[in-house]
């Protein structure tokens, strides 16, 4: 699932193939639940328009068009945002990537899981949003118009203080870790971050967040923001469909500590990692190091 890193990579790689362009186009696939604007009524509202700017809040892009429109996307579980000619094995199905040879890899066609394909007045690469579980969203917000999705998050977790966390965990009795994923205190910390997180802070992730004093929060955020910004600098997690805009795969997957290691030896102190469920989500930790 596309997380924090993951979605900033892709807002930095595909923001200069958006901002300054004018829309001249949009082709989308019939209407469903992709579709919080309806196809028709989001073609209306956007070709013609030029984008000014690419934003990220939590884990969502805000594209802010030139008349106080905004368009709100969500990569969802499996969302792949990209310019035409982005070369992935991945895009490829199972049958036509074994037909092909381990140097062949051919630009990218839209398929019926490419929901949104923009062209552009400038008649340069096209945009296009494929999501093949189809989780993702994208909406049109009219000017002064506003999103509970959007508003319900809390403080970037790029921009989270030690004391953000300190105050907000005040008489909270929830695990921390599920506190992490909630989005409403800190916005934008995945499963993998909140793990990878709590190891470096030496927190375990079923504490009440009502216990973890000033420093723990602290060095909660330095890790979390650590985690974040190692993965953005390496292209972001690609366990499972993530695939950056220009096909790159992303590196931060070789460097997780404890998140899908279960048994495997604690980096530290060689304790085989534990899992357990946690807000219905796989949880690892080292129960040595984190208290
Ligand atoms: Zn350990």
New binding site residues.
């Given amino acids: 699932m596309p997380e924090l890193p993951e979605v900033e990579v892709t807002r930095r790689r595909i923001a200069p193939l958006l901002v300054g362009r004018r829309i001249a186009r949009v082709h989308t696939t019939a209407d469903s639940y992709f579709f919080l604007t309806p196809p028709d009524a989001l073609a209306r509202g956007l070709e013609g328009r030029e984008i000014r700017a690419l934003e990220r809040r939590g884990k969502y892009l805000v594209a802010q068009l030139g008349d106080g429109q905004r368009l709100m996307l969500h990569l969802g579980m499996s969302g792949q945002l990209f310019a035409d000619g982005a070369r992935s094995l991945r895009l490829l199905s199972a049958t036509s990537r074994a037909s092909l040879a381990p140097d062949e890899q051919p630009g990218f066609e839209p398929d019926a899981h490419t929901h949104l394909r923009l062209t552009f007045a400038d008649a340069g690469a096209e945009v296009l949003f494929r999501d093949v579980r189809k989780f993702g969203k994208v909406r049109l917000l009219e000017p002064g118009e506003s999103d509970p999705r959007l508003d319900r998050l809390g403080i970037d977790a790029l921009e989270a203080s030690g004391d953000d966390l300190h105050a907000g965990s005040r008489g909270r009795r929830v695990a921390i870790k599920n506190l992490l994923l909630q989005q409403s205190l800190i916005a934008g910390i995945g499963n993998i971050y909140a793990d990878e997180g709590l190891f470096l802070a030496g927190i375990r992730p079923t504490r009440a967040a009502r216990r973890l004093t000033r420093p723990d929060c602290a060095r909660l955020v330095e890790g979390v923001q650590r985690v974040l910004r190692r993965s953005i600098d390496t292209g972001g997690s690609s366990i499972s469909d993530f695939v950056s805009p220009d096909g790159d795969d992303g590196a931060y997957q070789d460097e997780r500590r404890v998140y899908a290691r279960t048994g495997e030896p604690?980096p530290?102190?060689a304790?085989p990692i534990r899992r357990i469920v946690l807000a219905q989500r796989g949880t690892h930790y080292?129960p040595?190091?984190q208290r």
Avoid: K, L, P, R
């Fill in positions: 604690c530290q102190c304790t080292c040595t190091c």
